[in-house]
């Protein structure tokens, strides 16, 4: 079959390398995709969030199945474009996506189907949301309702933190993702990603993850996309995961279809655990990037069977191979990142490192120029490991990492610390 993935960055990389090794897959395009996804697929610059340029790009390019990576053509309704059009494709509707789109929307239902997490308020102005703040105290956390590219939280460890967040936020500094904000309790712990397919009715869990969101090591300074990730995540112990399945999870699913708004994708609950109990932080409508990096290194090329059985309502019949191991993933990025930085540098090395199912190193933000690789973004690569202990792949990550020649990039080398 032929296959469009949407996007063009470490997580559609490390899709497009899964789905590529399935006998299934016959012409693969991503769009926009990369420096390095363009050495396994075909690339397309199309406005990937236009829903009509989308289904005509599948139109004239006989596409049979699309898969959706990242939030914002899910929340444009690019899945609702292609259902229109008879095309079958992986990711929620636009209504369904709210779940990522919108955090008040997220409260609301967890309200109404008593899944745990923060309590909180919303707020349509500066005033009442100030009041809150002074009458809860700190820390607590405010947050912008709309999707802000991980600019939309503060965690506010005092109470002037927190009203200049308020102040920030219904100031427009993050256009209409804040004109609600938010404000939740401060919650207390260790986070870890569930990830889990839905076909509007089944779901089937698959796989658990951890991200290290600070760009400095020990998990200080500020707050990134993401420095690293590695999977299976200790702290999600099998009780754990039964109990976000049967508290948060398969509830709020259940709401979704209440509402008439039934949920088809990859959810990706963040869950903050304590005293053996999980409870809600957020829901991401897509595979985490880089979590998805490390997920689809342990899962391969069954993903594109398990996209599909999703995408065509069979995922009651699927199940997941799992192999017994653990995968870690080291994000390289410019200096500067996550503040300013510098675009254009020569990445050296890259050739010279192995390619195979337990080494990769996935392109996140690179172009190609004179035949060369340059940085081309804040999160530029994406050096990914299997082993059959984390100690392992965090090895032999990290000796790949050792033999990419970019002075003008950086890494963590405590990717993995609390598990290690
Ligand atoms: P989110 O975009 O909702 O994932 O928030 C980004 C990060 O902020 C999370 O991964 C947490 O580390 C932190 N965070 C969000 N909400 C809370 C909360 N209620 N209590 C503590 N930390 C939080
Ligand atoms: N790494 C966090 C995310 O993708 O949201």
Redesign the pocket.
């Known amino acids: 079959m032929n296959i469009l993935i949407l996007g063009g960055g470490g997580r559609e990389h490390a899709l497009a390398w899964a789905i590529k090794q399935n006998p299934k897959c016959d012409r693969l395009i991503v769009a926009p995709g990369n420096a390095g996804i363009a050495a396994i697929a075909e690339v397309a610059d199309i406005d990937i969030l236009s829903g009509a340029t989308v289904v005509t790009f599948c139109e004239e390019n006989s596409i049979d199945f699309v898969v959706i990576g990242p939030e914002a053509p899910l929340a444009a309704g690019v899945a609702d474009a292609l259902a229109g059009a008879g095309i079958l494709a992986f990711g929620p509707s636009a209504a369904a996506a709210r779940l990522e789109a919108s955090k008040a929307f997220t409260k609301e239902v967890c309200d109404a189907c008593g899944a745990p997490t923060a309590t909180w308020a919303r707020f349509a102005e500066a005033a009442p949301a100030r009041a809150y703040v002074r009458a809860q105290g700190a820390p607590i956390v405010v947050k912008a309702d709309g999707l802000a590219a991980?600019k939309g939280v503060v965690v506010a460890m005092t109470e002037a933190e927190a009203v200049a967040a308020i102040d920030e936020m219904f100031g427009g500094a993050l256009g209409a993702a804040g004109a609600e904000v938010v404000i939740e309790e401060f919650m207390t712990g260790e986070e870890a990603s569930f990830f889990v397919l839905c076909d509007g009715e089944a779901v089937l869990p698959i796989g658990t993850a951890q991200?290290h969101?600070r760009v400095g090591e020990g998990d200080s300074g500020p707050n990134t996309?993401?420095m690293g990730?590695y999977s299976p995540a200790p702290v999600l112990t099998d009780a754990i995961a039964a109990q976000a399945l049967g508290e948060i999870i398969r509830p709020c699913l259940a709401e979704m279809v209440r509402r008439g708004t039934p949920y088809r994708g990859v959810l990706?609950a963040g869950l903050m655990i304590e005293n053996d109990q999980a409870r809600l932080v957020e829901f991401?409508c897509r595979f985490?990037?880089?979590?998805a990096q490390v997920l689809m290194l342990r899962l391969g090329a069954q993903v594109l069977d398990l996209l599909l059985a999703t995408a065509e309502g069979r995922l009651a019949e699927a199940a997941v191979n799992w192999a017994d191991d653990h995968a870690l993933c080291v994000v390289m990025a410019a200096r500067g990142y996550p503040g300013s930085y510098g675009k254009g540098s020569v990445i050296g090395g890259l050739e010279a490192l192995p390619q195979s199912s337990r080494e990769m190193v996935f392109h996140a933000g690179t172009a190609s120029r004179d035949g060369k690789i340059v940085a081309n973004g804040g999160r530029v690569l994406n050096v990914s490991a299997r082993g059959a202990t984390l100690a392992e792949a965090h090895a032999r990550a990290y000796a790949m990492v050792d033999r990419i020649a970019w002075p003008e990039g950086f890494c963590r080398r405590d990717i993995g610390w609390r598990a290690l």
């Open positions: 991980g991200d969101k996309g993401g990730a990706f991401n985490g990037d880089p979590e």
